[in-house]
């Protein structure tokens, strides 16, 4: 069953090429210990929970959800880590720009779509400077950034008490709906296919008609979108090859030529952005902003993106398997709720699927290389 | 390799075995962590309650006190189509929209311990907990029973509408005059600001045991004056237990999370069964502990019921 | 006009109070191999530095093409066409043959802000490449971590002819490889060399120099011992003449003696 592989004519005559098959090949990449990880958590709580509700429509948005919004911060990180650097402060990100969109919006009297734009250049600016620090100090990254998480998730407290007097800000539920940006972030998308797959009795009902699951969340559509745009900027542009270079050697690569300190920076300021998109979707979603937001979200997208087949050292991952790697994480935290585990098991159980997919991923991938 | 492969794969079907589910009757989601003290005596009503009302639950609770995980694990409960759903309400605006969905999906809805203001707007059929102010009145006439004409009410965060409420009500069940003393939440200072006070009163009331209660039990210790002050607080400390016990303390205002966490397991039970329903707010407090009942109080606290 | 590529004239380099370099002086001309020797510590890496642009010398001139340069950065010298392969190759053992071969000069189609990485154009301009060293890459978008040393050898020099170098300097590109892999990387540095390219080959190894070079300039202790054509040298004398020539011989003296007085 095997066909020839893509490499050029007159290298039938070399006796270290075997025909190896396209499956082989396909194999070989780095997505596919988290796409097995993916199928074996599917398989495991397909057994364990599937007529719990777990993979009806609603059950299956509800985890869906949890995966996009992880997904959006894990694929800006898996970018950055296979440019050789970690970004720390995501999670503080995430709460700093929640706060910079409703703050303005509720206390300032600004438009909503305005805020949502002030919070996107807040980003650059935290992006760029966690970039800067980075390339000129030549500090670890991994100490830059966590510094600027202690920074920014304490200035969102301290800032958001000195003008509200509170640490949440509520009441923006109201001004989503006639505003021109906000809907990119909150709006249900094929809201038609799902009340027409409702009216034909396939997915359940709200005792009014109305089908339960309204439609397929913006964050999702954002989440797959993202990884669609990661991986073609990874794999078919130059600025993609010069995120592998800076991982995977920075010294050499700045000695051909990769400006590597302007793709670090340009990284660092893609997963301030990356977590400012996060911070919309949930701010509109939940119609008010926290300062505790976004805590601990880093180390989940870290873990998502190295499950994901992502190398801590750099130069190696792909943002694709980044998304499964958030799917993974996604579909294991709503999952649970659909089994018999007391939730005081539910850490232990979290970090024991996390383990096997990272260990499975791995095998995978050994398994692959090795025997080629 | 293939052994270690064999392992895995037999592993994971135990694993999947022994946690396969069966259907669900009643799915509690609470913003109140198992870790913490207070929620996991609630969380023994609820897994008392269910034991006893032989039904299945699930007593689920995000990481932390974050809304939006909170919202997302109602919508998880919403899919798995339970009998019922119970809830804690600490931020109707943010809860709202999945509230709504659980019942649009014709699943009723009991709410404890917090949202006693807004469950009734939700659709919420009925609120199980203590209502502030009327604990507030409920401390308020017991102090005037003991005599008391002349009090103190020790708010350590002016500005929060629940404890705000407790003093209004502890004014009106009092009816002699009370000062509201505010302080800030640092117990070296309430200490200090109830010391400068106890000249004018005979009575004290704290919102919080284990942080103003203990302060002002102190205050009023170091002045030398346990027994002619009369002390009282909200909710319970170890601290302020044996103090109780030693009649120190004229009573602590217990909540009784055991019951917010036990009765709308069994509201819900006898829903499944003949459709009966409380209507409006079942009160779980005030509950009073006295130096009469304390030492027995400790020693439930101590197992977990209390 | 002189036929020379490139002229470095009297060059000095000091670290604060420690002299790396003094008074070097190296011509290359075009088809030239020159061989740079010495032992550890005389003064090659920093001398190659200089060279290529890494630092700045603190005496001394650089002549490019007739014309004094002075480098400020390692890509001006890359620029001007003196391009250098390090030790460590610069090579990223994760990626592929081709991404590593187009390195910060990937070759682009397409128009405005939707230009793309050219892959096929790169894979076959790279396998062409490699295949005229006579390195048959199986297939270029295998990872670079795959091959022998000595083909990333190839790799990393191919590398810097394709992208028009001059001048080519080799710092120890022997230094790690086994006996055959060594001769394929020493063939293909003639075969660059044939072409019009000069070449500076820095190694402390004689028995790889001495085939393939032209001249020899051999450093001590940051000082150049003097240029020598190889018809004026022969391998002994330039054994000897490295640092540590007479060492060996004394421990030779030694090693006899000892010998000797163990057998009685």
């Known amino acids: 069953m095997s066909v020839k592989s893509k490499s050029i004519q007159n290298k039938s005559k070399d006796e270290r090429l075997r025909k190896v098959s396209n499956l082989k090949v396909l194999l070989n990449r780095p997505e596919l210990g988290a796409l097995g990880g993916s199928v074996l958590v599917f398989i495991f709580f397909g057994i364990v929970a599937g007529d719990t509700g777990m993979f009806s429509a609603y059950g299956t948005i509800n985890f869906l959800e949890v995966s996009a919004n992880l997904g959006i911060i894990a694929i800006a990180a898996a970018l950055l880590m296979i440019g050789g650097e970690f970004d720390l402060s995501v999670g503080s990100m995430i709460g700093f720009a929640g706060i910079c969109i409703a703050i303005p919006a509720i206390y300032w009297g600004w438009p909503l779509w305005s805020s949502i734009l002030f919070a996107f250049s807040m980003a650059v600016l935290v992006g760029y400077a966690n970039g800067i620090l980075v390339v000129r100090t030549g500090l670890p990254s991994f100490i830059v950034t966590l510094a600027m998480l202690f920074i920014l998730r304490g200035a969102t407290l301290a800032l958001t008490r000195l003008i509200t007097g509170r640490t949440q800000v509520p009441g923006l539920r109201v001004l989503i709906e006639n505003d021109p940006i906000a809907w990119i972030f909150s709006a249900d ?3 038609g296919v799902f009340t027409w797959l409702g009216s034909l009795g396939l997915i359940a009902l709200r005792q009014d008609g109305t089908p339960l699951a309204t439609g397929i969340p913006a964050s999702v559509l954002w989440w797959v979108g993202m990884t669609i745009f990661a991986t073609w900027l990874l794999m078919k542009t130059r600025y993609g090859n010069w995120i592998f270079a800076s991982g995977g050697d920075k010294l050499g690569a700045r000695n051909v030529g990769v400006p590597v300190g302007r793709v670090k920076i340009s ?28 805590f601990l979200k880093e180390l989940e997208a870290i873990v998502a993106a190295v499950v994901g087949g992502c190398l801590l050292t750099g130069g190696y991952g792909s943002a694709i398997g980044a998304a499964f790697g958030a799917l993974i994480f996604g579909t294991v935290s709503m999952g649970i709720y659909y089994t018999d585990v007391d939730t005081d098991w539910f850490k232990v159980f979290l970090g024991a699927m996390m383990l096997i997919a990272v260990i499975f991923n791995n095998f995978i991938r050994r398994r692959v290389t090795e025997n080629k | 390799m293939r052994k270690i492969y064999l392992t895995l794969v037999a592993f994971l079907s135990w694993m999947a075995m022994s946690v396969a589910s069966f259907a669900i009757d009643v799915i509690v989601v609470s913003h109140g962590q198992a870790n913490d003290p207070f929620w996991s005596v609630a969380k023994n009503g609820v897994d008392s309650a269910c034991k006893d009302m032989k039904i299945k639950c699930k007593y689920t609770a995000p990481g932390t006190f974050d809304m939006v995980e909170m919202a997302k694990l109602i919508d998880n409960a919403v899919s798995q189509k339970p009998k019922g759903i119970v809830i804690t309400l600490p931020d109707a605006a943010a809860l709202g929209k999945s509230v709504k969905a659980a019942i649009a999906a014709g699943i009723p809805v009991v709410s404890m311990n917090s949202g006693s203001d807004d469950f009734a707007k939700l659709g919420i059929s009925a609120h199980v907990g203590q209502t502030e102010f009327e604990a507030g009145v409920g401390g308020g006439q017991k102090m005037k029973a003991a005599g008391g004409k002349k009090a103190l009410c020790v708010n350590h965060e002016v500005g929060n509408v629940a404890l705000d409420r407790r003093c209004a009500g502890f004014k009106k069940g009092f009816g002699g005059s009370v000062e509201i003393l505010g302080t800030s939440n640092d117990p070296t200072e309430i200490q200090k600001a109830v010391a400068a006070k106890l000249g004018g009163v005979d009575t004290i009331l704290t919102l919080g045991a284990g942080l103003s209660g203990e302060a002002a039990l102190k205050a009023i210790k170091s002045a030398g004056k346990t027994g002619s002050i009369k002390l009282g607080t909200f909710d319970m400390s ?19 999370q055991y019951l917010q966490g036990y009765l709308p397991i069994a509201i819900f039970a006898q829903y499944m069964r003949w459709g009966t329903m409380p209507a409006g707010v079942v009160m779980t407090g005030p509950g009073f502990v006295t130096p009469q009942n304390a030492s027995k109080v400790i020693k439930w606290a101590a197992q977990g019921y209390r | 006009m ?36 010495g032992d550890n510590g005389a003064g090659k890496s920093t001398l190659i530095k200089t060279l290529s642009g890494v630092h700045k010398p603190d005496e001394g001139e650089i002549i490019v093409d007739g014309k004094q340069t002075v480098f400020d950065s390692p890509r001006d010298a890359l620029d001007l066409g003196i391009a250098t392969v ?13 991404r590593n071969f187009f390195m910060g000069r990937e070759p682009m189609k397409g128009f405005g802000p939707f230009k793309t990485f050219d892959v096929n154009k790169a894979n076959s301009i790279a396998s062409e490449r490699m295949g005229q060293i006579g390195i048959d890459v199986r297939d270029p978008s295998q990872a670079v971590g795959t091959m022998s040393g000595g083909e990333r050898q190839c790799l990393a020099i191919s590398r810097a002819i394709y992208f028009g170098a001059k001048v080519l300097i080799l710092d120890e590109p022997t230094s790690a490889l086994g006996v055959h892999q060594a001769s394929v990387v020493l063939k293909y540095i003639v075969k660059a060399a044939a072409s019009g390219l000069g070449v500076i080959l820095i190694t402390h190894n004689v028995h790889h120099a001495y085939p393939v070079g032209n001249s020899f300039t051999i450093l001590n202790r940051g000082r150049s011992m003097g240029t020598f054509e190889k018809k004026n040298l022969s391998r002994e004398k330039l054994l000897g003449m490295m640092a540590g020539g007479e060492e060996l011989d004394k421990l030779e003296v030694e090693l006899k003696e000892i010998d000797r007085t163990n057998k009685n």
């Open chain 2, 238 to 256: 170890p601290g302020m237990l044996k103090a109780a016990a030693a009649g120190e303390v004229e009573f602590l205002i217990d909540q009784q």
């Open chain 3, 86 to 98: 390090y030790q460590d190759l610069a090579l990223v053992s994760l990626m592929s043959v081709t």
């Open chain 1, 267 to 294: 990284l660092f300021i893609g997963t301030a952005v990356a977590a400012t998109i996060y911070a919309c979707v949930q701010v509109l979603d939940a119609g008010s902003a926290d300062t505790m937001r976004g």
């Open chain 3, 2 to 37: 002189s036929n020379n590529l490139v002229e470095f004239n009297n060059i000095s380099k000091f670290f604060g109070s420690v002299i790396a370099l003094k008074d070097v002086t190296m011509h290359i001309k075009k088809g030239q191999i020159m061989c740079l020797l």
């Open chain 1, 189 to 191: 998308a094929f809201k």
